[in-house]
């Protein structure tokens, strides 16, 4: 492994990585911002924020669209929770606008002495969108390279994946005192599993194996890694998972860069993880869980059932909970170390992550 072309620790803090990281990364690049499920009404909307760059995305009558999420007013924002459902409306003087971002109605109109033209220059800047599957893009370049392009052979990828995403049944945003990469380079490499997650995917027979079925394309990447015990097959209260449509028998886990992170568990499950930097020491990781899509319209006990996907909230928090403790520490320790990772060849994935960014920057 060549560590000479990896990340210097001072790109992990400082206010001028922040503003290197958006003009190059987060502003060229498609980024991930939700999923349909995060639309399932009118009016349901999410709102998120890359560094301080503050974007909203809405359901206007079945049309997704995409916004800077501030007020051409004064200025505020215009929907303030991380997800909800409300009209297109600032709450602080009660601007509403349509689904073009054009302003629809402004109380007590006749207190401004503009005209009508002058309205119409008022604004909310909208964002490109695109879908793949089930999950959301959006760009804050107003000419990126098509999706397809961005996404290559990971396009077909997400959408394999989203044919197999049920329900979301868990949404919360963790704020974590981590910088992005760090978050990153940690799920993108097993070599920790046997030392911080003994208990967990470790103890269920994963990540004893080398990796394996490695794809990548322009920072992207997936790997599978496969379980060395097999299941009880005495266990008949579980046999029901038999007939999920996302059968494998891995833990399986895809990286698109910059900014998605989606991992599944034998297709038991589905983990979807959207990093939201905001600022070099600190980021908000976004988890939602999806239950698994059954095949053959195959419906299972709704009491079995929801007690299995409770197993599996506490056990994937649990494990996101494990690496955030030691990511934390590091994180402390980045001032103080002048030279770059020193990795091996279970930690590819870190170096290719690297090379992309490395590339961008």
């Known amino acids: 492994m060549d560590n000479t072309k990896l990340i210097h620790p001072r790109f992990y803090f400082g206010d001028s990585i922040k503003q290197l990281e958006f003009d190059k990364i987060f502003s ?56 909800g459902k409300d009209f297109f409306i600032c709450r602080y003087h009660n601007w509403s606008f349509d689904k073009e971002g054009n302003v629809k109605s402004i109380p007590r109109k006749n207190s401004f002495n503009d005209s009508q033209q002058d309205f119409n220059c008022l604004k909310v800047k909208s ?5 793949v599957g089930k999950f959301v893009f959006v760009s804050l370049d107003q000419n990126p390279v098509s999706i397809k392009e961005y996404l290559g052979v990971f396009h077909s990828k997400l959408i394999d994946v989203s044919s197999a995403i049920d329900y979301n049944f868990y949404f919360e945003d963790d704020v974590q005192i981590i ?12 070599y920790h599993c046997p030392a911080i997650h003994q208990n967990t995917l470790y103890n269920m027979g994963f990540c ?21 015990d ?6 008949k209260v579980l046999k029901y998972l038999d007939n999920i449509e996302f059968k494998h028998d891995t833990f399986r886990h895809y990286f698109i860069f910059p900014n998605l992170l989606i991992s599944s568990t034998e297709g038991t499950s589905i983990y979807v993880g959207n990093i939201l930097p905001v600022n070099s020491e600190k980021s908000v990781l976004r988890k939602r869980f999806y239950s698994p899509k059954f095949r053959d319209n195959f419906i299972p006990k709704d009491a079995i059932h929801k007690a299995f996907l409770e197993i599996v909230k506490t056990s994937i928090n649990q494990i996101l909970e494990e690496d955030k403790v030691v990511l934390e520490q590091i994180q402390t320790n980045m001032p103080f170390v002048d030279k770059t990772y020193f990795l091996g060849k279970e930690e590819a994935r870190i170096n290719l992550f690297h090379e992309k960014y490395l590339e961008l920057i």
């Open 28 to 83: 060229k690049n498609w980024i991930f911002a939700g999923m349909l499920s995060d639309f399932s009404e009118n009016n349901a909307f999410i709102t998120l924020n890359i560094f301080d760059y503050p974007i909203v995305i809405q359901n206007f009558n079945g049309e997704l669209r995409a916004f800077q999420n501030i007020c051409p007013h004064r200025f505020n924002r215009i929907q303030t929770e991380a997800k």
């Open 127 to 131: 964002l490109l969108i695109e879908i």
């Open 179 to 190: 910088n992005w990469k760090l978050i990153i380079e940690n799920v993108v490499e097993a």
């Open 208 to 228: 004893r194996k080398s990796e394996v079925n490695n794809e990548y394309y322009n920072g992207h990447s997936v790997a599978d890694y496969p379980k060395s």
């Open 230 to 235: 097999k299941l009880d097959e005495g266990n």
